[in-house]
């Protein structure tokens, strides 16, 4: 995190505590963290079926008699119409695909593969088989007219004698999107089945290119299949390398995408995958560009106008990450009109994130929500009983802001699968770009939190290097080990500046001040004196900039030491600074800090293409650190060529540095960091940059890249 340089003057002295955002972030900024954490549980509240896994009080079972059970609920309704289904499944594991550091961070990723988990589970069972090949696919559950004369909670739904829709030579629109939610999730989890049904759906829906029309017309008729068949081909090349998906993907595109994400029209989206395949995103930023400036609430639809809004913020924050664009103070300036923290045209502000804000929006055109259980009473006015946590209301009618938070309103009040999953998306972006902000440790009515570590990728069959090591914690920057081989320096208090201050928020924090002494990373070590299950801090560094890193939520281990990780800034100042912000005072007490000299030693990562990976020392460079399995296929094009020009110079060697010492200014493209692993050692470090300037300087070829093991 980069401060401005009269901010961090004024701070450098001080410690930052995680309590007080202010630092990294603006006094009323958004807290993004709890932000992301409640918008994933409205999918709690529109689980179907066996709903074991809600984590809502108020949810039970529904629906139990589907042909096919599961799957999540429409919106306010309990219809399931497939292509909305499959496109915020799709685009759910796309803002994780893009921002797993924020979930990672924050602790939300297994709440996120719990749900995405569930959609998938269900797309695979809706599907009819003859060997490999579909026949027919259930796309619709219940009649929409039907289902919406029944005002009352899912679980008391009579749904015995409820329509099921079955796709057999058509159905390419919904088939294209549960391909790509399919891909996506094998993408992000690993689980080998969801790959099988992906290339399956995709099959399908290349042999039936026609829409789905019967049953879903009047809500939810995709104008092509075109858009979701490149959206999904894009996702199954990056899975699965097979050159045939990436013709696909390249030749199906719209030449013209011209218009927002969303439940029908996908064509950003698929320009964005085709852009992380070839590395241009010139189409998508053209389009990007014109859309996503000024300071006015983007208005788009007026039929549920935050959900357009929400969804151009995830695109302009992936175009953000991954190119030379950048449109993150206007993503963050219109996520400012959805929080309430911006008035819009009208004067009026609205936070339309339900249980966000004391005074966000209650009242949701939502049945299960509503706790009421008559038609009469849909609009009668009696009181929302249940909190629909994080739920993205449909918002303002208009440009100006005008909006009523009734139940009645099903334009501008209304929630859904598909108004969330953009939303999900940008909040991580958002979080990722701006930090900021801590989870809540209770919600009303919620009965599960997630927090702290995250998933474990599945095991699958593809993968059969996995490792026998302990299961790892996947938060950024912990490690399990104490490294202590050649080139590192032990530096015990007696050779540090090692004290207690007081925090923003008045609580006594600890810190450890040393000279980096030209070392890579740094590991810091300290003991827990309380009951405390978490920890919380950061690294900083002056350089006439203050760079700070935090880490948060780490969880503490059993004997108590933790040990955290930090990759020391190319461009790192005269000295860093350590510090613990939770537990207080004398609840911790700084062991030691052990300087890395060597290059060759593995460090933690956060890199965003490889997988989380925890340090492990070893005595061999030629032995693969144990690391946690990749979720992410190799998206290699080049070796060596990070700054992906196409060329392997010094330049790439100056931008891997780069993007160590200031991640946030200088990132590398996902293809980018691929390409840039090439020192046989997982993880970008200054060591592949040195491995490129090797090559370079004729030591090593280009072809011989990457050295040693590398990745498979
Ligand atoms: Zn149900």
């Known amino acids: 995190m980069v401060f401005s340089g009269v901010m961090a003057a004024a701070s450098v002295a001080g410690s930052f505590t995680a309590a007080t955002p202010s630092l990294s972030t603006s006094a009323a900024d958004t807290n993004y963290a709890k932000l992301l954490q409640y918008s994933l549980y409205f999918y709690d509240a529109n689980m179907c079926g066996e709903n074991s896994a809600t984590g809502l009080s108020w949810r039970g079972d529904c629906h139990t008699q589907d042909e096919v059970k599961g799957g999540f609920h429409d919106a306010g309704d309990h219809a399931m119409f497939g292509l909305p289904q499959g496109y915020s499944a799709a685009t ?3 803002g994780y695909y893009e921002f797993k550091d924020a979930y990672d961070a924050t602790g939300q990723g297994a709440h996120l593969k719990v749900i995405t988990d569930d959609f998938c589970d269900f797309f695979r069972r809706s599907a009819k088989m003859n060997g490999n090949t579909i026949t027919s696919f259930l796309y619709q559950k219940g009649d929409g007219n039907m289902d919406h004369n029944y005002w009352g909670p899912p679980e008391q739904q009579d749904a015995s004698s409820r329509r099921m829709f079955w796709a057999s030579g058509f159905g390419g629109d919904i088939a294209g999107e549960y391909a790509a939610a399919l891909a996506l999730n094998y993408l992000n989890f690993g689980n080998p089945d969801d790959l099988t049904y992906a290339k399956a759906y995709y099959d399908f829906a290349s042999r039936n290119t026609a829409v789905a029309t019967e049953g879903c017309s009047e809500f939810y008729k995709s104008s092509s299949s075109q858009d979701e068949r490149a959206w999904a081909a894009g996702w199954l090349y990056l899975a699965t390398k097979d050159e045939k998906y990436k013709n696909d993907c390249l030749s199906l595109q719209n030449p013209y995408p011209g218009w927002v994400h969303e439940w029908n029209t996908v064509d950003i989206g698929a320009a964005s995958v085709a852009a992380h395949i070839t590395g241009d995103w010139s189409k998508v930023n053209s389009y990007l560009g014109k859309e996503c400036n000024g300071t006015n609430y ?23 990450k991954n190119s030379s664009a950048d449109y993150t103070s206007w ?38 929500a509503s706790g009421t259980n008559s038609a009469a009473q849909e609009n009668d006015g009696t009181p929302t009983k249940y909190s629909l946590i994080g739920a993205l209301c449909g918002g303002p009618v208009d440009e100006s802001g005008t909006y009523t938070d009734v139940r009645s309103d099903y334009v501008g009040n209304e929630v859904a699968v598909d108004y969330n999953a953009g939303f999900v998306g940008a909040a991580a972006g958002l979080y990722s770009v701006f930090k900021g902000g801590s989870i809540d440790t209770s919600i009303e009515g919620v009965t599960k939190i997630y927090g702290g570590s995250n998933p474990q990728p599945q095991e699958t069959t593809t993968q059969p290097q996995q490792t026998t090591a302990p299961p790892q914690t996947q938060q950024p920057q912990q490690t ?22 007081k925090g923003d928020d008045g609580e006594t924090n600890n810190f450890a001040e040393f000279a980096p002494q030209g070392a890579k990373s740094a590991t810091l070590y300290y003991k827990i004196n309380s009951n405390d299950m978490n920890t919380s801090g950061a690294f900083g560094t002056w350089n006439g900039e203050w760079m700070q890193e935090d880490f948060t939520n780490i969880k503490v281990p059993a004997d108590k030491i933790v040990a955290v990780d930090y990759v020391i800034p190319a461009n790192v100042g005269q000295t860093v ?9 004398d609840a911790v007490t700084i062991e030691k800090v052990v300087l890395h000299k060597d290059a060759s030693t593995p460090t933690t990562t956060t890199t965003k293409d490889t997988p989380t990976t925890t340090t492990v020392p070893t005595t061999t460079t030629t032995a693969p650190p144990a690391t946690t399995q990749p979720q992410n296929p190799d998206l290699h094009t080049l070796w060596g060529d990070a ?3 196409q060329r392997v110079t010094v330049a790439d060697a100056v931008a891997i540095l780069q993007s160590i010492g200031n991640k946030d200014k200088y990132r590398l493209s996902a293809t980018g960091m691929a390409n840039a692993d090439v020192d046989g050692i997982e993880g970008v470090t200054p060591n592949d940059a040195l491995v490129i300037q090797q090559v370079d300087a ?14 498979s």
């Open 643 to 645: 700054n992906c020009d």
């Open 698 to 711: 004729g030591i090593y070829s280009q072809s011989q890249l990457p050295l040693m093991w590398g990745k």
């Open 577 to 585: 600074k350590a510090m613990v912000f939770w537990p207080h005072g």
């Open 480 to 501: 399990t080990t104490t490294p202590q081989q050649g080139g590192d320096i032990v530096l015990t208090p007696a050779d540090m500046s090692v004290g207690t201050e």
């Open 331 to 368: 993503a963050k300036t219109q996520m400012e009109y959805i929080t309430g923290d911006r008035a819009f045209a009208n004067g009026q502000t609205h936070c339309l994130v339900v249980g966000f804000k004391p005074n966000a929006s209650k009242n949701p055109h939502h049945r299960a």
């Open 92 to 94: 759910l594991g796309w």
């Open 298 to 320: 983007k208005f788009i639809l007026k039929w549920g106008s935050a959900r357009y809004n929400a969804n151009l913020q995830l695109c302009a924050l992936v175009a953000s």
